[in-house]
T-cell receptor, first 111, second 116 residues
Framework: DAKTTQPNSMESNEEEPVHLPCNHS???????IHWYRQLPSQGPEYVIH???SNVNNRMASLAIAEDRKSSTLILHRATLRDAAVYYC????????????FGRGTQLTVWP | GAGVSQSPSNKVTEKGKDVELRCDPI?????LYWYRQSLGQGLEFLIY????????KSGLPSDRFSAERTGGSVSTLTIQRTQQEDSAVYLC??????????????FGSGTQLSVL
């Protein structure tokens, strides 16, 4: 399984930006970087994904380092609803269908 | 339906009994996945289906676990002779197709299984 490294936990205040880091030093050239999040008592939900270029959608932005060995999920203005576990995952062609979720980062948002 | 539906949402059973967990994927999604999540842990991959076939069963923890999918739609995960260590949330996900690195998974809310 393609492994990623994330901090166990992070905290933010409401309406402030949040930068969630992820290291993936063993990434290969064709691996996509995916982010999911899991709200309490729910299944994970897709957040964003990218390959080489930075990506934006209505939920977040994904900044990918030039060497692709790390990435950062950016929540531009955290809300209480963003409190969740965030998972950074490498989507590897050789293991399609099997995603390694790891322990993720528990994000706490304070009002 | 609008999303992935799993039933039951909660299941309490006695050690040694068999249980069946059901997953209804999003209409039109050909790929279906089963994961489980023990308390405070990350997700553990169990099995995936492309259509009705399961190319990779290596994630199933023991031969007490089996899964099938019929008609390219509903899937059932069966656990025989349940043990206390089987207690976990069992999550199902589906996606439009398997085989692309940018495919998105859509998860259900899971079945909380408690083995007494």
């Amino acid at each position: 399984d393609a492994k990623t490294t994330q901090p166990n936990s992070m905290e933010s205040n409401e309406e402030e930006p949040v930068h969630l880091p992820c290291n993936h030093s063993t990434i290969s050239g064709t691996d996509y970087i995916h982010w999911y999040r899991q709200l309490p008592s729910q299944g994970p939900e897709y957040v964003i994904h990218g390959l080489t270029s930075n990506v934006n959608n209505r939920m977040a932005s994904l900044a990918i380092a030039e060497d692709r060995k790390s990435s950062t999920l950016i929540l531009h203005r955290a809300t209480l609803r963003d409190a969740a576990v965030y998972y950074c995952i490498l989507k590897r062609g050789s293991t399609l269908g099997r995603l390694y979720f790891g322990r993720g980062t528990q994000l706490t948002v304070w009002p | 339906g609008a999303g992935v539906s799993q039933s039951p949402s909660n299941k309490v059973t006695e050690k040694g009994k068999d249980v069946e967990l059901r997953c209804d994927p999003i209409s039109g999604h050909t790929a279906l996945y089963w994961y489980r999540q023990s308390l405070g842990q990350g997700l553990e991959f169990l099995i995936y289906f492309q259509g009705n076939s399961a190319p990779d069963k290596s994630g199933l923890p023991s031969d007490r676990f089996s899964a099938e999918r019929t008609g390219g739609s509903v899937s059932t995960l069966t656990i025989q002779r349940t043990q206390q260590e089987d207690s976990a949330v069992y999550l199902c996900a589906s996606s439009l197709a398997l085989g692309t690195r940018d495919e998105k998974l859509f998860f259900g809310s899971g079945t909380q299984l408690s083995v007494l």
